[in-house]
């Protein structure tokens, strides 16, 4: 074989054998997406904000109420949904805890309140007054779960800026247990 041909070779099995190591990383261990929409607002940005999620968290492995995650959207299979999750198996939730009392739209009250079946979190935006999520879609079943955000790139701040590279933060827990 020629040295041409086979520097060829060579080159294509290197950049096919990284292009499945990439995809094994992508697909069981870290996700690094855009998210976009303002129904996480002030957690993550509107726009150009990027979220590290870690894929050990499917199917809800080891989540807990206050984690932030990403999942498959119910009502649309090929869109993804960054939410926190504020409702575990077996919980009761109030509907929606924002709205005024008996304000809905279709006319029912938003005092009620639901248990959170087996397998299933109930999750909602930061931002409630922009987000559809369990209010509008009921409990999300636990293995629409794709991974745990644990940090966030903003990238609408400067590159470095006060000792932070491209806006890294951590994306943490913020459930308090008063109870």
């Known amino acids: 074989m020629s040295p041409a041909v086979d520097l060829w070779l060579k080159s294509g099995s290197f950049a096919?054998?990284?292009f499945c190591l990439i995809h094994?990383?992508?697909s069981q261990f870290y996700e690094f997406t855009e998210t976009r929409g303002e129904s996480m607002l002030p957690t993550l940005a509107a726009d150009n904000d990027y979220v590290h999620a870690?894929?050990?968290?499917?199917?809800?492995?080891?989540?807990?109420?206050?984690?932030?995650i990403v999942a498959v959207k119910p009502t649309d299979p090929y869109q993804r949904v960054?939410?926190?999750?504020?409702g575990m198996p077996g919980d009761v939730i109030l509907v929606d805890p924002s709205a005024k009392k008996g304000s809905s739209l279709d006319g029912s009250a938003f005092d009620s309140f639901i248990r959170v079946p087996p397998g299933h979190v109930w999750v909602t935006g930061d931002n409630l007054s922009h987000s559809l999520d369990s209010r509008t879609y009921n409990s999300l079943p636990m293995g629409l779960i794709?991974?745990?955000?644990?940090a966030a790139n903003d990238f609408n701040?400067?590159?470095?800026?006060n000792g932070v590279l491209?806006?890294?933060r951590t994306i943490d827990n913020t459930y308090v247990d008063e109870g």
């Open 16 to 18: 096919l054998r990284s």
């Open 24 to 26: 094994i990383i992508h």
């Open 54 to 68: 870690l894929k050990t968290y499917r199917d809800g492995k080891g989540c807990q109420i206050g984690d932030c």
């Open 82 to 86: 960054c939410k926190r999750i504020t």
């Open 146 to 150: 794709k991974g745990k955000i644990v």
């Open 157 to 161: 701040k400067p590159i470095w800026r």
């Open 166 to 168: 491209l806006g890294f």
